[in-house]
């Protein structure tokens, strides 16, 4: 089955600074990748998604790349605001959604 | 209509004890998949259904664990001899495409369960 490893698990940053979170997939087959950011106590949600006929997409302040030959893709969060700390979750569609560990954003004013 | 409804949202019971978890997914969203979550992790995949059918029950932990979704709407997840380790945030998410397709998952506000 697919197997999604993310880092860091932690990152801080000031705010108005960029974060990068990375993530790597093992199903070559995987052609969906989801991000979710999940708020203490709240449900995850969906803030941007790549399919696998495209190497970048961009809304905003976020944007996330793709690399299918080294099976990483990673998001990419510019002018970081306070409103951005939260837990980051990567996935990847091998047979059914598999979700990376989480990063923890914390943006600090 | 609303969104991924789950209950209940807290439940508290003793080892041993059988526990069934409900949800109500988003009307017309024929995917449909249970995750638990601990604290500090990510969502953990415990079963897939597509229409009525598992598609993919591949993550459930082991033979205590059992979902239904006869409709192929609301669907229940049941655990029997509820064990200390059981205890997590269940959540349930539906999605308008299937698995392979991908697409968005609507998850619900979860039911956290404690086992004692």
């Known amino acids: 089955g697919e197997n999604v490893e993310q880092h860091p698990s932690t990152l801080s940053v000031q705010e108005g600074d960029s974060a990068v979170i990375k993530c790597t997939y093992s199903?070559?087959?995987?052609?969906?990748f989801p991000w979710y950011k999940q708020e203490l106590g709240k449900r995850p949600q969906l803030i941007i998604d790549?399919?696998?006929?495209?190497g970048e997409k961009k809304d905003q302040r976020i944007a996330v790349t793709l690399n299918k030959t080294a099976k990483h893709f990673s998001l990419h969060i510019t002018e970081t605001q306070p409103e951005d700390s939260a837990v980051y979750f990567c996935?990847?569609?091998?047979?059914?959604?598999?979700f990376g560990a989480g990063t923890t954003v914390t943006v600090r004013a | 209509g609303a969104g991924v409804s789950q209950t209940p949202s807290n439940k508290v019971t003793e080892k041993g004890k059988y526990v069934e978890l409900r949800c109500d997914p988003i009307?017309?969203?024929?995917?449909l998949y249970w995750y638990r979550q601990s604290l500090g992790q990510g969502p953990e995949f415990l079963i897939y259904?597509?229409?009525?059918?598992?598609?993919?029950d591949s993550g459930l932990p082991n033979d205590r664990f059992f979902a239904v979704r006869p409709e192929g709407s609301v669907s229940t997840l049941k655990i029997q001899r509820t064990e200390r380790g059981d205890s997590a945030v269940y959540l349930c998410?539906?999605?308008?495409?299937?698995?392979?397709?991908?697409?968005?998952?609507?998850f619900g506000e979860g039911s956290r369960l404690t086992v004692l």
């Open positions: 998410a539906s999605s308008s495409a299937s698995g392979r397709i991908g697409g968005e998952l609507f």
């Open positions: 199903d070559s087959a995987s052609n969906y």
């Open positions: 790549i399919r696998s006929n495209v």
């Open positions: 996935a990847a569609n091998g047979d059914k959604l598999s």
């Open positions: 009307s017309g969203h024929t995917a």
């Open positions: 259904f597509q229409g009525t059918g598992a598609a993919d």
